[in-house]
């Protein structure tokens, strides 16, 4: 499931103000807390979430974090840009955190501790629908063929990739015909396996 950043904020004040109150809050109370500019804006936001599973309209009328969703939201480390395009030198350096909802992308707190953020740049994922400008959710672990990876090539750069295996070699493939397979010559490292994407964009 792919929120925005805006589903994301306001699906974590959402539960956080359902576990609080023990009721989830009016749409008045989120117009007033985000600061939009009418409750219309509001419920477009609650029926998008709704649409992705996230919410559900309950019988007064008001928009809830189902009970199964109602979690400690996870504060998810963000740092530097990979180029979903050519390879590029890049040090990962964190820029900052956003609250996610772990059970949105099938996470068990027992994963959590092995996950982390990048932003991504560029088009080259563009068939798989991961998008310039997406924070890309990945976890530390060993890759199997067919998965997105952030990749280590030959040591010194970074890219964002599908980890595929030719006559036996591990090469890495774009998820865009202009995009030639690279392959490395002198070392691949897999930093994180994609698991999940936010869209920052409608």
């Not at 990048?118 to 997406?134: N, P, T, V, Y």
């Not at 010194?156 to 990739?161: D, E, G």
């Amino acid at each position: 499931m792919q929120l925005t950043d805006r589903q994301e904020e306001i699906l974590a004040y959402i539960s956080e103000y359902q576990r609080e109150h023990k009721v989830p809050p009016s749409t008045r109370i989120i117009k007033k807390h985000f600061g939009f500019n009418s409750q219309t804006t509001v419920v477009r936001h609650l029926a998008g979430l709704a649409m992705k599973g996230a919410l559900e309209q309950l019988s007064d009328g008001t928009w809830g974090a189902k009970a199964n969703e109602v979690q400690v939201m996870f504060s998810l480390p963000i740092y530097g840009e990979i180029p979903a395009g050519p390879p590029s030198l890049e040090e990962q350096q964190q820029l900052r955190s956003i609250p996610i909802d772990p059970t949105l992308f099938g996470i068990s707190p027992k994963r959590q501790q092995h996950l982390w953020g990048l932003e991504i740049k560029g088009d080259s994922m563009i068939d798989a629908q991961i998008r310039s400008g997406d924070i890309g959710l990945f976890e530390r672990r060993e890759p199997r063929p067919g998965e997105i990876i952030a990749a280590l090539v030959n040591e010194t750069t970074v890219t964002l990739k599908r980890l595929i295996e030719v006559k036996g070699r591990r090469i890495l493939r774009a998820e865009n015909k202009g995009y030639a397979d690279i392959i490395p010559t002198s070392g691949l490292m897999c930093q994180g396996v994609l698991i999940g994407v936010i869209r920052t964009t409608v």
